[in-house]
């Protein structure tokens, strides 16, 4: 069982930043892929980013390509999302995800174990 918990949400302004963490309770943190997910009120769960085991490689959704970075430290079990040049269709509950697989994967049914999320809100 690995418990995941996300900090670092809250309100931005249009054009700011953020950064998300997630701490896992994973004895071998580097035994999971790690990724992150977003859901806006209304809408389906979204795929933000993905990091491999090694955090060699890394896989970005279209919409946030260029703009965020997933990044982690397996010596802290901590995963992060750098947030740059947030727009209003950033807002959603952001979710991270600890995936016990050996592919990384854009789809949620992937991932093994869920944090309860974080809310992002950008203003205008």
């Known amino acids: 069982q690995v418990q995941l918990i996300e900090s670092g949400g809250g309100l931005v302004q249009a054009g700011g930043s953020l950064r998300l963490s997630c701490a896992a309770s994973?004895?071998?943190?580097?035994?999971?892929?790690m990724g992150w997910f977003r859901q806006a009120p209304g809408k389906e769960r979204e795929f933000v980013a993905g990091?491999?085991?090694?955090?060699?490689?890394?896989v970005y959704g279209d919409s946030v390509k260029g703009r965020f970075t997933i990044s982690r430290d397996n010596a802290k079990n901590t995963e992060y999302l750098q947030m740059n040049n947030l727009s209003t269709e950033d807002t959603a509950v952001y979710f991270c995800?600890?995936?016990?697989?050996?592919?990384?994967?854009?789809?949620?049914?992937?991932?093994?174990?869920w944090g309860q999320g974080t809310r992002v809100t950008v203003s205008s």
């Open positions: 995800a600890a995936d016990g697989g050996y592919v990384l994967s854009r789809f949620s049914s992937a991932y093994d174990y």
């Open positions: 994973a004895r071998i943190f580097s035994d999971y892929i």
């Open positions: 990091i491999s085991r090694s955090g060699i490689n890394t």
